[in-house]
């Protein structure tokens, strides 16, 4: 008998039939029709194209994607190549040199694909956004969808690093199946108005790697 491939839609599958998920795609389209939206509609599975189910060994979860042009790409604080860096991400490659005594080196892109590669699933609670507009998504289906995928992870896979990165993202904490040994690390968010409430300095991208050293995983590059 073959063995199952063990991939994104194989779990989702059910999901993509239910009435809300069904409904929810009818008010993309019409979101998408009538106004400016983001990302691309081709964008707005991007974190799970880049990050395999196979490959995932950690998540971060952000809230709804970046709402100006030309910056969503469909993974949570990142953007694309030639795109200025969000003051959230800046924040976030300022801890990354802090974690490995980097000084100000910050990399050419904000395109954080290479780290879905790696496998981390860079996740926005809310896919979609009006331009302009931030959470104009909200309560239209998108947190349920996304917090179907925490539990998959959460109860289909073991010592997964969960990043909680403020309140919004910290509220999925009861999510986590607490018996699979996942690692989670929670913070304040890194945007300008919280990073320095506990965000730079907690060294969750070193505690994230000691943690996979531990367990025997390759580390992240990042």
């Known amino acids: 008998m073959l063995k199952k ?13 239910k009435p809300y998920f069904i409904k929810l795609l009818k008010i993309i389209r ?24 196979q490959k995932l060994k950690v998540v ?3 809230q709804d994607p970046y709402h100006k042009e030309n910056q969503a790409d469909g993974l949570c604080f990142s953007v694309p190549d030639g795109i200025p860096f969000p003051p959230s991400l ?20 904000g395109s954080l694909i290479h780290w879905a590669k790696q496998g981390v699933l860079l996740l926005n609670s809310i896919l979609t956004v009006r331009k302009g507009s931030p959470l104009s998504h909200k309560n239209i289906g ?13 109860n289909r896979k073991k010592n997964v690093v969960f990043l909680f990165w403020g309140k919004w993202a910290q509220e999925k904490i009861y999510l986590i199946n607490s018996f699979h040994n996942h690692y989670i690390l929670k913070t304040s968010h890194p945007s300008p108005f919280s990073a320095h ?11 994230t790697n000691d943690f996979l050293k531990r367990i025997g995983k390759k580390t992240i590059f990042w």
């Open 5 to 17: 491939k063990l991939n994104w839609n194989y779990f989702l599958q059910e999901e993509y039939n």
């Open 30 to 53: 019409i979101e998408y029709n009538r106004f400016i939206c983001f990302p691309k509609i081709g964008d707005i599975f991007s974190c799970m194209k880049h990050c395999s189910f």
């Open 60 to 62: 971060i979860i952000g």
């Open 90 to 109: 800046r924040n976030i490659f300022t801890e990354v040199n802090n974690c490995f005594n980097q000084q100000n080196l910050y990399p050419n892109s």
């Open 142 to 154: 998108w947190e349920f969808f996304t917090d179907q995928i925490i539990k998959i992870i959460s």
């Open 197 to 207: 409430m506990g965000f730079f300095g907690s060294r969750h991208f070193e505690k």
